[in-house]
């Protein structure tokens, strides 16, 4: 079964020294409130968990200090009231450090992947490519210390990385500061400003960068940057 196809509220104080160290907590972040509720009695019928609470809000998990921290947070990437980014964001700003975080989405793009491993998570799972044993595997390894992604989306994001590194080789490291800059929206006089050259010079680099890249526009070159993973936000 795919989780996938299978509004609880359950219960965070955010104080790590009231830990268990012998079972795991689990919070679940889900918006579908059945998808949530199956989740949530499968995972307790597992060895080893203590406890699995579960939200379909991001800002009522945020908010509830009426438990402790967990072990293993698992989110949905398209909850209710915020993005998933904006979740794991302000999870990683407020949670202890050794709490792991789960993603897991619909939306199994590379840039979506990479944008939530650079932001702090721990695992990322496709909601329609991940059964259940591979879940229950997600969570072993992420909360043993270990980085995981679903099986499903692995090949897309290897070769993904060896695109993208053959595209930054070809790069030169002037090259990577103007098209950093380009994508932060500065202007060619601007960034001739910071980075102490001629806007001749800076509009060399960045027809060198477009032509490396094969695109004809700036907003080509913007788009192509962030969905390779070339410029982040």
Not at 77 to 90: A, C, K, P, Q, R
Not at 204 to 221: G, Q
């Amino acid at each position: 079964m795919e989780i996938g196809n299978i509004r609880t509220r359950a219960g965070v104080n955010f104080a790590p020294d009231s830990r268990k160290n012998s079972c795991m907590n689990i919070v679940l972040v889900e918006e579908l409130v059945l998808l949530a509720g199956a989740l949530q009695n499968w995972l307790r019928q597992i060895p080893g968990i203590d406890d699995v609470a579960t939200y379909t809000d991001g800002k009522d998990f945020l908010k509830d200090d009426s438990r402790n921290p967990p072990d293993v947070l698992i989110i949905d990437w398209m909850i209710n009231s915020m993005t998933g980014m904006e979740l794991l964001d302000l999870a990683r700003a407020t949670l202890p450090k050794e709490t792991k975080i789960i993603v897991l989405s619909t939306v199994t793009d590379v840039q979506t992947i990479k944008h939530a491993i650079r932001r702090g998570a721990n695992g990322f799972l496709s909601k329609t490519s991940t059964s259940l044993e591979e879940f229950k595997e997600s969570i072993e390894q992420v909360n043993a210390g270990k980085q995981y992604i679903g099986k499903g989306i692995r090949d897309t994001l290897i070769n993904s990385v060896f695109t993208d590194e053959q595209v930054v080789l070809h790069l030169s490291p002037r090259e990577k500061e103007v098209l950093q800059k380009v994508c932060s929206g500065r202007t060619i006089k601007e960034i001739a400003y910071d980075l102490k050259l001629s806007a001749h010079t800076v509009q060399y680099y960045h027809r060198s960068v477009m032509e490396k890249l094969k695109v004809k526009r700036t907003t080509d070159l913007i788009v192509y940057a962030m969905q390779h993973g070339l410029y982040i936000p």
